[in-house]
């Protein structure tokens, strides 16, 4: 489901018009990203949270030419399921 | 680090706010979307936000894992987990305080001394380029009073260093030096050369003079083959000649060429608006007189649009607004591609009413609402409008209960246009939805 397809069913179920949906969606987006560079953890009830973590620098050593890269350390957006959430997916079989 | 939690609540506000809706419309829209991701999610789909991630579920494998208290081995079972993968705009923004560093490779360090050397040596190379040329002059200068053959190369390359050759001088005195011994064995000729050649260094700040001592200095000195001197001597004072005009004229190019650019420029700059004001005024033309075949327009509209002409920042703002508008009210398709388009676009937006409708019929035994479709609206693919309208009384489209009155609503004709394929291709999107 892409975003277009994401705003089509929102707007069935919202019944109004697409193009109020994309709206939201992309200031809900934006705003979700600014609270997200401001170092804040966004919770939405009973779907997850969203927080900045910072991975912090490492040493990695090419496997074959030995090379030793010395990786600086980054800030990367980490979604954790609810517990709510989670329970709804152990409903789902397994199929593979 | 400070690790504020926002709760969803706050997100609706601050999305009502910036977005200019209401705080029930934000926490509606907040709550359909959680609920559209999860229901897409459980589903089995990706779901992909633009500028913001993909949610996708991740099987976490079962594991065998040993009860503490009972040492008893258990296994864990298998679960979905939503995995998100932030899109490449956040993970920059997010990103931005260490977006500066890089990954070093830090076993490169030697060769970065490597690279420091060479560094240093190319710092050095002026002065290693310079104590080459030195003793080449060095060795020339002895082949010369020893042979007295090829004075043409020393002089050319004395030339070229003409900035550098009081050091040059420095180096010559040695081996000058050193040759007097071995002038005494030689001609007189060549000792009248040499004492030429210590006068220069007496007067070593003064190049050119020393230069012309050279050019002097050689007829006497090459008595041997004047033929050969003789074709090469004039070369030095005319290579002089020819640079010093050479830079000169490069300079009157430059001049002429920026010249030359400013006034393109400034012509260009003083012809270009009044053309756009043209091409505007044309385009309102244009507009009119198609306006004026297709439609009336009521006088002030026609008195905005020729004011538009005479007064063309005016009409800027105004003309397009004023003579396309009566076009959308009427239904014309054809005239402008834009207009009807959008218009058609908020059509398809917009959730239909169904007030008005034409026929009613009860359903029989092998009816078909797209049999329906096709008889009143000229396409089997328009059935979902029937649909729509009878919703409160289908429950499955594909299995209508015999008796149930179908009341065929009357659509604005520009949904069920047979030419239009968007309306067609529209039709078929909300078949999809509701055939699923």
Known sequence: MNNKELIASMALKMNAPKSLVAVLLETTVITCTELLVDDKTIGFQSFGNFEVRKKEERLSVHPSTQVRTLIPPKLVVNFKQSNILKDKLKDIPHHE | MNREKISSQEIIDLVATKASVSKRAAEEFLKVMIASIEEALLAGEVVKIKNFGTFKLLWNEPRKSVNVQSHEEI??????????????????????????LEPVELDVKTNANDRGEKNEDAALDPLRIFTEQAT??????????????????TIAEEKKKDE??????????FPQIDLEFQDESETTDLIAEQQEAQTQQVNTHDISEEEIEYVLGLPQNTNNDNSQISSELPVTPYLSNIITPRKNRTWMWLLIIIFSMTALGAGF???YPPATEFTKMTLAKCEYSVTKISEEISSSEMIHSISGWFAPSAQKTLSPETVIIPKDANDFDSINQNQPVDSLQVLFDNPRVYSDFIASERIKNGSRLTIM??????SKEYWVYIYEANKDQIQNPDDIPVGTLIRIPKLDLRLIDQANPRCIKKARELHDIYIR
């Open chain 2, 269 to 271: 700059y003083y012809t």
């Open chain 2, 164 to 173: 550098d050759i009081a050091e040059i001088n420095q180096f010559e005195k």
């Open chain 2, 75 to 100: 296994t864990l079972a298998g679960y979905y987990k939503v995995g998100f993968v932030p899109d490449a705009v956040l993970r920059v923004q997010v990103n931005e305080p260490f977006a500066h």
């Open chain 2, 373 to 378: 479709s096709k008889r009143y609206y000229g």
């Open chain 2, 136 to 153: 080449e002059i060095r060795s020339l200068i002895s082949e010369i009073q020893a042979l007295s053959s090829t004075p043409k190369t």
